[in-house]
């Protein structure tokens, strides 16, 4: 999913996101490898004082050149493994063993392949396949072998992004509002160590896996599956890959579908306050309707907005006890849980009653949030899939701010979400990690054919105006607006659905008039 990412001082919002709604759980399996290259013709790298590369170069298809495994007992997913470079233009520099998983079509009805991605950055994309059924309608599933694969860095591929084990002590430790320049300086000091730590320990791959190489990856794909064009449905961040994978090969794409995209054309500060306005707003429709309704736990009297005021000002003066073994609910857990509920409404009755209960003292709700919000596993584990986030997005971006010109922007996020954004310094998000040498293309999709763009109303995480702005980026993008309040649209009712399906189906004659709604 493209998250807001709450790193370190949780003071500026950036950017993530498949639906937590579609969140299923990794399972590893064995399966052959192939190596993606021997007929691969050369794809060509960034030059790092440019975001405008044009296109490149597709690689031959090879026929299915996968060494398929069974994952279940009917055959209808397997799984296996692909080898591509780590770096394009210098292969000798080793290789990403990329773990692939297909569900296979209705073999009378298939039409051909479909990429899938759930979002991130940072998010395997495997358990989109494997777990199809669950996900898509039987139009994609019985007309297309759904292809999905953890991208370079992230889930079951290998070598994967590893920073730290203590997600606690970098996410949930720290006082949002320092009270002095010792406090303000622990958090950038942490800031630095984590991205001292991200940068030491994934030196090897650290240049290498922004994305353009993924872009560059689903491309070694088609080829290994042996097709001459392809489609795509990416969510969230996978709408930006997509674009740029349609951007860098668009002879290759037979559809495309980007399901609550970004603007592609927003700076890093400008893309923080977007999410920072949309996340607010549905935060202010969820106080809204809490004060309108008794039924809400929330309810306070009719006034919800008052008394959150009052508990995110008490949790940050008093943290209040949750889990055994577990930190206190502060400021910063608060807000975490917060966004997590944010992205859709079927989680606000959840957090109507995590903050009933915090006003009580007992703050285990509120953390129950924010660990799903860091996906913590029932053993206390963490995937990679923040961490990864943080880094893959940095090595995307060239801007590098100072500690003074992330304080500077303060006041900014301050008042475009001032009960969302209360923190008193920058995050630091980026400040700290080295210069990127893989900046992300300029996203055109020329050549691409048409593309279909679904933005929701109320999607607090690429908020609609943002994903206009990556339809107009498009050179033929077709937006949808669906009427909801959660991030992306498929699947939200039969309209957002239908149309997603009959264009992948037939994306020549069925695709949307731009502009097109679902009430």
């Not at 992230?154 to 084990?165: N, Y």
């Not at 995307?396 to 304080?407: K, M, P, S």
Request: charged share 20%; proline share 5%.
């Amino acid at each position: 999913m493209r998250r807001t990412l709450i790193t370190l001082a949780a003071a500026a919002l950036l950017v993530s996101a498949c639906t937590d709604d579609n969140k299923v759980t990794s399972t590893e399996s064995n399966s052959g490898s192939t190596v993606a290259g021997s007929e691969t013709t050369d794809h060509g790298t960034t030059d790092p004082g440019t975001t405008d590369p044009g296109t490149t170069d597709a690689t031959t298809p090879n026929g299915d050149a996968f060494e398929w495994e069974e994952f279940d007992s009917d055959g209808v997913v397997q799984t296996g493994h692909l080898e591509v470079p780590i770096d394009y233009d210098d292969p000798a520099q080793g290789t990403f063993d990329l773990y692939v998983a297909r569900h296979l079509a209705d073999p009378a009805k298939r039409i051909g392949s479909l990429l899938v991605n759930p979002g991130g950055p940072g998010f395997g994309g495997s358990d989109f396949a494997i777990y199809a059924d669950q996900i898509y309608g039987q139009a994609i599933i019985q007309q297309f072998d759904i292809i999905g694969w953890d991208p370079r860095g992230t889930g079951l591929t290998t070598p994967a992004i590893d920073c730290t084990d203590d997600y606690d002590r970098f996410y949930a430790s720290l006082d949002v509002t320092p009270d002095d320049d010792a406090e303000r300086q622990q958090i950038a000091d942490t800031a630095e160590e984590f991205a001292t730590e991200c940068s030491t320990k994934n030196a090897d791959i650290l240049e290498f896996i922004g994305t353009n190489n993924s872009a560059r990856d689903m491309d070694s794909i088609r080829a290994a599956l042996g097709e001459e064009t392809i489609s795509y449905f990416g969510f969230s961040y996978g709408s930006e890959l997509g674009a740029t994978w349609a951007t860098l090969f668009p002879d290759t794409v037979r559809a495309a579908v980007l399901d609550g995209a970004a603007d592609p054309t927003a700076g890093y500060i400008e893309s923080g306050l977007q999410q920072s306005v949309g996340f607010e707003s549905s935060l202010a429709t969820f106080l809204q309707q809490c004060s309108d309704d008794p039924s809400c736990e929330f309810h306070n009297d009719g006034n919800a907005e008052q008394a959150f005021d009052q508990l995110m000002t008490a949790l940050d003066e008093q943290p209040v006890p949750s889990s055994e073994g577990r930190p206190d609910v502060n400021l910063q857990v608060a807000i975490s849980g917060v966004f997590q509920a944010m992205y859709s409404d079927q989680l606000w009755q959840q957090l109507a009653q995590a903050l009933k209960d915090a006003q009580g003292g007992n703050g285990a709700g509120l953390l129950q949030l924010y660990d799903d919000y860091y996906a913590r596993n029932e053993d206390g584990t963490y995937d990679n899939s923040l961490e990864a986030f943080q880094t893959i997005f940095c090595m995307d971006t060239t801007e590098r701010l100072t500690v003074a010109e992330e304080d500077a922007a303060v006041p900014q996020f301050q008042a475009a979400a001032p009960r969302l954004s209360p923190g008193t310094t920058g995050s630091y998000f980026c400040t700290f990690y080295p210069e990127t040498q893989d900046p992300r293309v300029d996203i055109t999709g020329a050549g691409a054919g048409p593309i279909l763009v679904m933005g929701t109303t109320g999607d607090p995480s690429t908020p609609l105006d943002s994903t206009r702005r990556m339809a107009d980026s498009l050179e033929d993008g077709r937006l949808v607006i669906v009427t909801a309040n959660q991030h992306t649209g498929y699947g939200v009712n039969v309209c957002s659905s239908d149309i997603i399906e009959q264009y992948l189906v037939d994306p020549v004659a069925n695709a949307p008039t731009d502009g097109a709604e679902c009430p």
